[in-house]
Nanobody
Framework: QVQLVESGGGSVQAGGSLRLSCEVS????????MGWYRRTPGKFRELIAT??????????YYVDSVKGRFTVHRDNAKNTVYLQMNSLRPEDTGVYYC????????WGQGTQVTVSS
């Protein structure tokens, strides 16, 4: 059974940075298109960034609200996907999750990010 464990969240002030990690067990991410998702207060969980299995930077997707501030990358050897978040804003507050781009796997618990103004 695939298990997703997100970590790296915390509380920061606006303008700060965090690096989230998603460690996957039970499957090889090297052959899977991965995504980072976010659930903000009062909203549904949305896809905010993707990482293609081939790792081609040109094919990465970022939702407009995080473009230029967030960067996704992966370490296939560690079976881990990362989300580097810079210039954080209060509206980035929420719970962050990873999954496949088809949300194939059972969701992990996510990691809470709180950005204060």
């Amino acid at each position: 059974q695939v298990q997703l464990v997100e970590s790296g969240g915390g509380s920061v002030q606006a303008g700060g940075s965090l690096r989230l990690s998603c460690e996957v067990s039970g499957a090889r991410i090297s052959i899977v298109h991965m995504g980072w998702y976010r659930r903000t207060p009062g909203k549904f969980r949305e896809l905010i960034a993707t990482s293609e299995s081939g790792g081609n930077p040109a094919t990465k997707y970022y939702v407009d609200s995080v473009k230029g501030r967030f960067t996704v990358h992966r370490d296939n050897a560690k079976n881990t996907v990362y989300l580097q978040m810079n210039s954080l804003r209060p509206e980035d507050t929420g719970v962050y999750y990873c999954n496949t781009q088809s949300t194939t796997w059972r969701w992990g618990q996510g990691t809470q990010v709180t950005v204060s103004s």
